[in-house]
């Protein structure tokens, strides 16, 4: 919702959406889209609390508010919350679930839903690069495209754990 706000307003210049102008919802955007690959991250650490899970995400949210709040369009602000996180989901999958396997619970993997995945965030990262350019990309077309094979990614990186034989339980 937050990038469709992101959007809207980058294409009514110097007017305000909803209070906010196109920086604002930028920065919106850019915090919307950072806790989601942390999210994912987190999601794929297989962790057996639900409790440790939901806190852990609300406290990365919690730093790249502030992080992009003090500086949005500081790459670093930007990609050391997730290069953060992915190096924790790959400690936890390659050190403790390979050589400490009795006190971790191991992650099963859907292969289907891992390479299915893949497949599709390839284009994507083709066209987020290709889409980075304004000038050549003044229609959006590209950043338009890497949000639609992203999206088609996402729905297969949301079912890469295998979850069948387990009893799903709803933690509130």
Same mark, same amino acid.
């Given at each position: 919702?937050?990038?469709?706000?992101?959007?809207?307003?980058?294409?009514?210049?110097?007017?305000?959406?909803?209070?906010?102008?196109?920086?604002?919802?930028?920065?919106?955007?850019?915090?919307?889209?950072?806790?989601?690959?942390?999210v =994912?991250?987190?999601?794929?650490?297989?962790?057996?609390?639900?409790?440790?899970?939901?806190?852990?995400?609300?406290? +990365?949210?919690?730093?790249?508010?502030? =992080? +992009?709040?003090?500086?949005?369009?500081?790459?670093?602000?930007?990609? @050391?919350?997730?290069?953060?996180?992915?190096?924790?989901? =790959?400690?936890?999958?390659?050190?403790?679930?390979?050589?400490?396997?009795?006190?971790?619970?191991?992650?099963?993997?859907?292969?289907?839903?891992v390479?299915?995945?893949?497949?599709? !965030? @390839?284009?994507?990262?083709?066209?987020?690069?290709?889409?980075?350019?304004?000038?050549?990309?003044? !229609?959006?077309?590209?950043?338009?495209?890497?949000?639609?094979?992203l999206?088609?990614?996402?729905?297969?990186?949301?079912?890469?754990?295998?979850?069948?034989?387990?009893?799903?339980?709803?933690?509130?």
């Open positions: 919702m937050v990038s469709v706000c992101y959007h809207v307003a980058e294409a009514l210049p110097n007017q305000r959406l909803f209070g906010l102008h196109e920086g604002e919802w930028h920065k919106l955007d850019n915090i919307a889209a950072i806790s989601c690959c942390n =994912l991250f987190i999601y794929l650490c297989n962790l057996s609390s639900p409790h440790v899970r939901y806190l852990w995400g609300l406290i +990365q949210l919690g730093i790249v508010v502030v =992080l +992009q709040t003090h500086s949005p369009w500081d790459l670093l602000f930007t990609l @050391v919350p997730i290069f953060f996180h992915l190096l924790v989901f =790959l400690v936890k999958y390659f050190f403790f679930e390979k050589y400490l396997y009795k006190s971790v619970r191991p992650t099963k993997w859907n292969v289907n839903n390479k299915s995945s893949f497949f599709w !965030l @390839v284009p994507a990262i083709i066209c987020f690069c290709k889409g980075l350019d304004d000038e050549h990309d003044y !229609l959006r077309l590209w950043h338009g495209a890497w949000h639609a094979f999206g088609i990614s996402s729905y297969y990186q949301w079912g890469m754990i295998d979850t069948t034989g387990e009893r799903k339980k709803e933690h509130f």
